[in-house]
């Protein structure tokens, strides 16, 4: 079942096209992301679904209700804004039950809600604290306990994370995740970070200018992107140069591979790091081809190597986990690389 459904939308500011005819479908229940750059349109499509921006056209249904002249208070949608807007006056309680005040809760039914939002935050114990005495990762929280106490039918993320340090932000994630599976409503977050759209999102839909480019599940996007575009906003891709027939695929500097359907004449052909090898002796795969290692960036547990192959204007990146007793390869080293034929991604050049 649909929860949200966009139709169609386009909005127009200070004369320039911010929306230019999105559609969407939201599942009920499902963790959804919008993602793109800066400019891309996403925040302002969150905006106009929690009625903060009017549309110049399109039409927006939640849950099945038509939201067209319904002002952001009376929308079944709450927010999570990027600053998380917590009042330093009140404490974290009074902070948390702040919405309920304007709902004429009553102050014995207003405790025990306030009480079961902290507890699905794990702040529980720090309802009396001052909310200027929090840390960043406790105010988020807040923030969330505050949306989810008025039992929206979605809950709007804008960028939530982004004012944390990584550590926090890594930890963050695996939160807000385990919060949406056990409060079962659709979560819909705009973000920038790729990391941070693949690892929560059971749906994500990329949008560049106004439009999306590209809809479906973190896997679909990662190992098929539909676009050039997006696959080189979603991970690291190299590209080499290729020319495609009937018999096969031309690759610079890699030799013949399998025709792929729909190729034909100049192809760009993405390759990500993760898909290819670095053989050893006497080690073979389906297609290989020689190159010597121009740079080396080691994170501890992998080494990411680019290798320059004869031929080709650009360098491949490999990955290559870290062995324990093994040897981190030395730029200069000769190497052969391996990989499948369903490695690569190709586009019209």
Known sequence: MSMVVVSDVSKRLGGASVLDDVSLDIPEGTFFSLLGPSGSGKTTLLRTIAGFETLDRGRIEIDGAPMDGVPAHKRPTNMVFQSYAIFPHLTVAGNVGFGLKAQRIGPTEASARIEAALSMVGLDRLADRPAHALSGGQRQRVALARALILEPKVLLLDEPLSALDRQLREEMRGQLRQ????????????????????????????????????????????????????????????????????????????????????????????????????????????????????????????SYYDVALEGAESALMVAMKNRRNGDVLAPGTAVRIGWEPDAMVVFPA
């Open 179 to 302: 919060l949406q599976r056990r409060v079962g409503i659709t979560f819909l977050l705009v973000t920038h970070d790729q990391e941070e759209a693949l690892t929560l999102s059971d749906r994500i839909a990329v949008m560049f200018d106004g439009r999306i480019a590209q809809h479906g599940t973190p896997e679909e996007i990662y190992r098929r992107p539909a676009t050039r575009q997006v696959a080189e906003f979603i991970g690291l891709m190299r590209f080499l140069q290729g020319v495609a027939g009937p018999s096969g695929i031309e690759i610079e500097g890699l030799g013949r591979a399998a025709p792929v359907a729909g190729a034909s004449g100049p192809v760009s052909v993405g390759l990500r790091p993760e898909t290819l090898t670095l053989l050893g002796p006497g080690e073979t795969a389906p297609h290989m081809a020689e190159g010597k290692i121009s740079d080396r960036a080691y994170y501890g547990d992998m």
